[in-house]
């Protein structure tokens, strides 16, 4: 269940609410989650990753010659 961060308006308060969406989204959301928790090694993310990531799209737009 969502955790309201504004206790005094919870998620049944807002307008056009409709809790069947709601709880499909949630479990959407919860099932991606835990698809990319579940999708391999973990990659560290630090100034090399975004050297190396800008690096590699540089290179494919000059290979396409965008």
Same mark, same amino acid.
């Given at each position: 269940?969502?955790?309201?961060?504004?206790?005094? &308006?919870?998620? %049944? +308060?807002?307008? +056009? #609410?409709?809790?069947? &969406?709601?709880?499909?989204?949630? *479990?959407? =959301? %919860?099932?991606?989650? =835990? %698809?990319? =928790?579940?999708?391999?090694?973990?990659? %560290?993310?630090?100034? +090399? #990753?975004?050297?190396?990531?800008? &690096?590699?799209? *540089?290179? &494919? =737009?000059?290979?396409?010659?965008?």
């Amino acid at each position: 269940m969502i955790t309201p961060t504004n206790p005094s &308006r919870d998620r %049944e +308060g807002a307008v +056009g #609410f409709d809790p069947t &969406r709601a709880d499909q989204a949630e *479990d959407e =959301l %919860e099932a991606v989650a =835990l %698809e990319g =928790l579940n999708s391999g090694e973990a990659v %560290e993310i630090g100034q +090399g #990753f975004w050297e190396e990531k800008h &690096r590699r799209l *540089d290179a &494919r =737009l000059n290979e396409t010659g965008s």
